[in-house]
């Protein structure tokens, strides 16, 4: 496991450059900013820039909308693993119980099933 200083995260920033992460996708990071080059370049020259005023507004919608669905599949993923939780820790008291049950019902001559299970139980 590495191990990393929360407070030096300044040297994080600049240790991307050694990262192998960098290593393997230069290519396609040159390749998108080439591609990004071409489209602002023509945007700006081949293009009439009305067509492209009212496209901020769109994207600013579309990332509240996009943000409200990723805040409701959070909150539902917390809400099922909590009910998984629930349930889990029910069988848990459950079974325990059970348990306890059988030895109050089983004959006092089984004290060593008595030792070995009931009184390790957490």
Excluded at 39 to 66: D, M, N, R, T
Aim: glycine share 4%; hydrophobic share 50%; proline share 3%.
């Amino acid at each position: 496991m590495i191990q990393y200083n929360p407070k030096n995260w300044i040297n994080l920033i600049f240790s991307i450059i050694h990262s192998d992460t960098l290593r393997i996708l230069w290519k396609q990071l040159i390749y998108i900013g080439l591609l990004t080059a071409l489209l602002v370049y023509a945007e700006q020259k081949l293009f009439h820039a009305e067509l492209f005023e009212k496209l901020p507004k769109v994207y600013q919608l579309l990332g509240f909308v996009i943000s409200l669905l990723l805040i409701f599949r959070t909150n539902t993923a917390y809400d099922l693993w909590w009910e998984g939780r629930k349930l889990w820790g029910s069988v848990v008291n459950d079974s325990r119980n059970f348990i306890l049950k059988i030895n109050a019902v089983l004959p006092k001559q089984d004290a060593e099933w008595h030792k070995s299970y009931i009184l390790q139980m957490p």
